[in-house]
């Protein structure tokens, strides 16, 4: 671990430390204390069952996202814009998702996000967050079996779509990596049957993005929303 890590380039270690800076000041690494024990087995699939797997594929969502990487980036987002601070005063947050990908290029295709790592928050987030150079030596080490998959920004109050500027910038992410996905969450639209989360990809003509289909693995919505709900509470009242 530690030799891998002093092979990391230097900009990717400062990302790194900011990253441990933030989860710790928010005490989002304490989520990974709650999610620890349900770290799924992955199924595989063998290459004889694709075809009949094939045919369930309208109920398949494209993207799954492991609760953790979800209340992660939920609760970064809720800290700076939430009803305890003058809408003024809310600020947008960008962060990094990890992940995998699984039955690439078939029809059973789907990306995994299994964590997200908060890298700023601040207005006019949707900037190039890490120079190009490290995103492309990140998107090449396919060979471990996480790899960046994408990033996660909030737009508080405004719903989760792209903005000009955000499509540029993804634009930039999917040249690297054809698959990489944008994921924009809006805090305050989180609700007992809404997740307040878009994932979006540019089109090959790369003049439009669509949406993609999405679920956070294994928690329904009003259990994510009552999870949220409570860490609200806990720090409104420390406020
Ligand atoms: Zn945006």
């Known amino acids: 671990m530690g030799k891998e890590e002093d092979n990391l380039p230097e900009e990717y270690k400062i990302l790194l430390k900011k990253v441990e ?26 290459v004889e069952s694709i075809t009949e797997e094939a045919l369930q594929i309208q109920t398949r969502s494209e993207i799954m996202i492991n609760p ?33 990908i699984r039955h690439e290029d078939t029809p059973l295709e789907q990306v995994y996000v299994e964590d997200y790592w908060p890298v700023d928050q601040g207005d006019a987030v949707s900037v190039e967050i890490v120079d190009q150079r490290i995103f492309t030596e ?5 060979d471990n079996e996480h790899f960046i998959i994408g ?12 903005s ?19 994921l ?21 003509d790369r003049k439009n993005y669509y949406e993609l289909s999405c679920e956070i693995k294994g928690m329904s919505s009003e259990a994510c929303f009552e999870s949220i709900n409570m860490f609200m509470k806990n720090k409104l009242n420390k406020d």
């Open 21 to 46: 800076a933030i989860e710790k000041a928010l005490g989002l690494h304490k989520i990974d204390e709650i999610f620890e024990d349900q770290v799924e087995s992955s199924e595989d699939i063998s």
């Open 68 to 100: 953790k990487a979800y209340l992660k980036l939920a609760k970064h987002s809720l800290t700076y814009a939430n009803k305890g601070i003058p809408k003024s005063e809310w600020v947008e947050i960008i962060g990094l998702l990890t992940g995998k």
């Open 138 to 142: 990140i998107f090449n080490k396919k």
């Open 151 to 162: 990033w996660a920004h909030s737009h508080p109050s405004y719903t989760p779509f792209l």
């Open 164 to 182: 000009g500027d955000d499509f540029q910038t993804h634009r930039r992410y999917q040249t690297f990596w054809n698959k990489s996905i944008a």
């Open 184 to 204: 924009v969450i809006d805090p305050l639209m989180i609700a007992p049957d809404n997740y307040g989360v878009g994932v979006f990809r540019i089109h090959r």
